[in-house]
């Protein structure tokens, strides 16, 4: 069975903390993404990778940073998390045009 | 950049009617992806559709790339359809992104 992981599912931090957010997939898909949805706003990419330690910038990067050093793990890094990206963020995966989505990570920032 | 427009923001349709979602792009496209989210979830792939019609289950996908437009036409739609869906953009060119749109948010009642 395909599937995207994400953890953890909810995290509450306060401003000026460093957060850390994981994905997984089993699929070995080669591209992955990581996204944040805003209520009105649909779903904007931070990042995309196309393999192991090959990123690149989303439409949304600023404040953000990413790791990939295995094919199956993309993380998402905030250094000192700001308010404004309380949000949920999803991971997804894709091999060719299909992009597989994780559950979600909702996001607060107090 | 690239911008996509869905219309409309919300439905609510009586169980058994049919529901027309659009969907607009401000740019040429290969393909357009249309994918649903229950509330408080993940997304899931529903059509991929590079152009012409596409047809799954209840679901029509109807794509006019040189109108940069397209539509998901559901057909007699059950309380379970209810929900957001969201149109995705795969541009046409280079190393741009895909695009999502802010979605409907469709309501059934029975």
């Known amino acids: 069975d395909m599937k995207v992981t994400q953890m953890p599912r909810y995290l509450i931090k306060r401003m000026g903390e460093n957060v850390l957010l994981e994905c997984g997939q089993d699929m070995s898909h080669e591209t992955m993404y990581w996204y944040r949805q805003d209520p009105g706003l649909g779903l904007q990419l931070i990042y995309i990778?196309?393999?192991?330690?090959?990123?690149s910038e989303g439409d949304i990067p600023k404040g953000y940073r990413v790791s990939r050093k295995k094919r199956e793990h993309f993380s998402l890094i905030l250094d000192s998390a700001k308010t404004n990206q309380t949000s949920v963020y999803f991971c997804a995966s894709s091999l060719g045009v299909e992009q597989y989505f994780g559950p979600g990570t909702r996001l607060t920032v107090l | 950049g690239q911008q996509v427009q869905q219309s409309p923001a919300s439905l609510v349709l009586q169980e058994g009617e049919n529901a027309e979602l659009q969907c607009n792009f401000s740019?040429?496209?290969?393909?357009l992806q249309w994918f649903y989210q229950r509330p408080g979830g993940s997304l899931v792939s529903l059509l991929s559709?590079?152009?012409g019609t596409k047809h799954t289950g209840r679901l029509t996908s109807t794509t006019v790339t040189k109108e940069r437009r397209g539509s998901l036409h559901i057909s007699s739609s059950q309380i379970t359809d209810s929900g957001t869906y969201l149109c995705a953009m795969e541009p046409n060119y280079g190393n741009e992104k895909i695009t999502f749109g802010a979605g409907t948010k469709l309501t059934i009642k029975p």
């Open positions: 990778s196309y393999d192991v330690d090959s990123n």
């Open positions: 559709n590079p152009s």
């Open positions: 740019s040429t496209a290969t393909r």
